[in-house]
Nanobody, 122 residues
Framework: QVQLVESGGGLVQAGGSLRLSCAAS???????????MGWFRQAPGKEREFVAQ????????YYADSVKGRFTISRDNAKNTVYLQMNSLKPEDTAVYYC????????????WGQGTQVTVSS
C-alpha cells in the first residue's frame, strides 16, 4: 500500500511560482526509487490531464506541451518525495494537482494522492 500526500498548493498571481511536493509513505526508499512518479491536474469542468512524469532514477522526464519550459519535475528518493516546480504560472494552470505512482510492471498509475488546489489569478 502506498499513501501519497501533496502539499504546496495555494493562490498565486499570474507570472508567479509555486512548488508542489508529494510525500510517499508505505514503501521503503529503495522500493520507492523503482516507481515512476507523475503529476496530473484537473480543472473545473474538465477531465484530469497529464502534467509531468519522472522515471525511477530521475534520469528521464516528460511534460505536457502546455507546461513544457515552465514546470520542472524532480524527485528525492531518500525522502520518498517528488516535486513540481511551477514557474510563469498562468490562469489556465488553475486546477487541483494530483501526484501518482506507478509501480514496476504496472501499465498505469495505480496510487493517487488526494490533490492540492492551485489557483492562479490574472
Amino acid at each position: 500500500q502506498v499513501q501519497l500526500v501533496e502539499s504546496g498548493g495555494g493562490l498565486v498571481q499570474a507570472g508567479g511560482s509555486l512548488r508542489l511536493s508529494c510525500a510517499a509513505s508505505g514503501p521503503t526508499s529503495s522500493t520507492y526509487s523503482t516507481y515512476f512518479m507523475g503529476w496530473f491536474r484537473q480543472a473545473p469542468g474538465k477531465e484530469r490531464e497529464f502534467v509531468a512524469q519522472i522515471t525511477w532514477g530521475g534520469s528521464s522526464t516528460y511534460y505536457a506541451d502546455s507546461v513544457k519550459g515552465r514546470f520542472t519535475i524532480s524527485r528525492d528518493n531518500a525522502k520518498n518525495t517528488v516535486y513540481l516546480q511551477m514557474n510563469s504560472l498562468k490562469p489556465e494552470d488553475t486546477a487541483v494537482y494530483y501526484c501518482a505512482s506507478r509501480r514496476p510492471g504496472q501499465t498505469s498509475y495505480d496510487y493517487w494522492g488526494q490533490g492540492t488546489q492551485v489557483t492562479v489569478s490574472s
